[in-house]
């Protein structure tokens, strides 16, 4: 398997990429879901939410890491048997999905820094709280954050059915080609 993307086949990096963001974003969604049930009491209470900011913000990382990614190394040419409608809503639905998981993880800074602290990452580094004077800032960004997430986990399914369509009823290389597995 190459590297990079060619004109039939999605590269390793991409496919790492793509795999990457999927697990992170279920992951953090999950964690997110549990965490908000946890109690003062509860020894997950200050450690949870820490590990989902700094998921989130190694996730903005690999997210930026992407974009730039797409544009050095183009994804392959769409297939022939998708017409201009699959062609435009492949494009539509991956720049919601983009735009979506940037508008998640933003709200998710403005509620971690409302406060004016820092945002720890796993001890390594912080990420310095740069917006603080919105006013209501935490409740505004965490209505925005959670509303987000759960859309951002719906078009995630539907992307994931998307493929599953692709793959079963179509009999097209779409799924085979994010696996690494399309004849070339």
Do not use: C
């Amino acid at each position: 398997m190459q590297w990079q993307n060619s004109s039939s086949n999605y590269g390793l990096i991409s496919i790492l990429m793509h795999w990457l963001v999927a697990i992170a974003v279920i992951g953090l969604f999950a964690l997110g879901y549990w965490m908000v049930g946890l109690t003062y009491y509860s020894s997950w209470y200050r450690t949870a939410p820490d590990i989902h900011k700094s998921i989130g913000l190694l996730l903005f990382a690999l997210m930026v890491l992407r974009v730039i990614w797409r544009f050095l190394s183009h994804g392959p040419a769409p297939l022939a048997s998708h017409g201009r409608l699959t062609r435009l809503a492949t494009k539509a639905g991956h720049g919601v999905l983009y735009l979506g998981l940037f508008a998640v993880m933003i709200s998710g800074y403005l509620i971690s820094t409302a406060d004016g602290r820092a945002i720890s990452v796993f001890g390594w580094f912080e990420m310095p709280a740069l917006i603080t004077s919105i006013p209501n800032q935490e409740d505004i960004a965490g209505l925005v954050h959670e509303y987000l997430a759960w859309a951002l986990v719906i078009l995630s399914g539907l992307h994931a059915l998307a493929a599953l369509k692709h793959h079963f009823i179509d009999h097209d290389s779409t799924l085979k080609r994010m696996l690494g597995r399309a004849e070339a």
